[in-house]
């Protein structure tokens, strides 16, 4: 019997199931996204189910993508792993086994270090922008572009800490890269302006809005008092992009000791023109050179060069 036998109609907190000889019970519901919630899953090794209900053939085209990319094709220790599906066609529910993280999203951390500002902080977030740049350099190099990288999307396991990139709902073939979809206050202005192309630099631009908030604990676009681009107001886009800009230059100009090293980064990555935005592996070296003093390297983040292997089939 496989995950397939196993998820009885709707009763998603009383079903177990068998994987490669284990019976599993499924527990509490740990996490709810825009799309899916995610169960815990009782026992050892350590997994959780996520259940989507599918509501249209696209969103399940979009799903089986996710499914293959984090089973097939993405195989490294900053990205979350899925080791089975099943399609619930008279539900049309589909339930995905993942790895289990054991931490708190990204997000979650950002509020309490808001609350609650200390030097651990300090440190941790040069490690995690590292690690997060770690794992985005090596998906962009098999040919994938996550599209919806923000706070939300990224756990954060401690003691080691440790980063996973999760959701890969909306990611696409970076040769295919096109639509709007992906999260208000991280979407590249390209996503609503076809003056550039669309391409993995989608998510440079959501990584330099990510490290704002990481560092400010807030979006660049509440701390600037700009409104976040949108499709139906694309004639607005160069005027925002010019105000977010006018904002990173005065911080910039302002050398606040905790956040002047990471500004200049941040405003590389948020360049209008995709082309010129710097990669994740040069965003990774400029954090390991200029984190030196707060942050030392830690062992267990790989050189994002050392993880370029071929897709793995
Ligand atoms: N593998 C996992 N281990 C532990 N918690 C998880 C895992 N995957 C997701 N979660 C939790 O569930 C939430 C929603 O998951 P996500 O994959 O982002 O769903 P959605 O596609 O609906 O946005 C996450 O923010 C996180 O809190
Ligand atoms: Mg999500």
New binding site residues.
């Given amino acids: 019997m496989r995950l397939a036998s196993l998820i009885p109609e709707d009763d998603s907190d009383h079903i177990s199931f068998r994987h490669y000889g284990h019976t599993y019970c499924v527990g509490e519901c ?9 169960f ?1 899953v009782l026992g050892k090794p350590q ?2 189910i ?1 259940k ?1 209900p599918i509501k249209t053939k696209r969103q399940l085209t979009l799903i089986q993508q ?1 499914i293959e990319l984090t089973r097939m094709h993405l195989d490294h220790p900053f990205i ?1 792993r899925s080791f089975e599906e099943y399609y619930d066609t008279d539900n049309q529910t589909m339930y995905i086994l ?8 990204l ?2 951390h950002i509020e309490q270090w808001a609350s609650e500002p200390s030097d651990t902080a300090r440190a941790s977030r040069w490690h995690i922008a590292r690690q997060v740049c770690c794992g985005m350099h090596y998906l962009h190099t098999q040919g994938f572009t996550h599209r ?1 990288i923000k706070p ?2 990224i ?1 954060i396991q401690e003691h080691p800490l440790h980063v ?1 990139l ?4 909306l990611s696409q073939r970076s040769d295919a890269n096109t639509g709007s979809s992906g999260s208000k206050t991280y979407n590249a202005p390209e996503k609503f302006d076809a003056k550039y192309p669309q391409t993995h630099a989608v998510d440079l631009w959501s990584l330099g809005c990510l490290l704002f908030h990481l560092f400010f604990c807030t979006t660049i676009f509440a701390h600037s008092k700009t409104k976040a681009f949108d499709k139906k107001n694309a004639p607005a886009i160069p005027n925002i992009y010019h105000r977010l800009h006018q904002h990173l230059n005065a911080l910039i100009a302002e050398s606040e000791p905790n956040t002047s090293q990471i500004l200049p980064l941040i405003r590389a990555l948020l360049h209008r023109d995709p082309e010129q935005r710097p990669s994740g592996h040069e965003a990774y070296e400029y954090l390991t050179v200029h984190a030196q003093d707060i942050a030392p390297v830690d062992h267990d983040c790989l050189h994002p060069s050392q993880s370029d292997g071929d897709t793995k089939h």
């Fill in positions: 740990i996490g709810k996204g825009g799309f899916g919630s995610v815990s997994l959780v996520k989507i996710e979350i993942y790895e289990r993280i054991q931490g708190i999203t997000n979650t919806d939300h999307n756990m996973k999760i959701d890969f709902g």
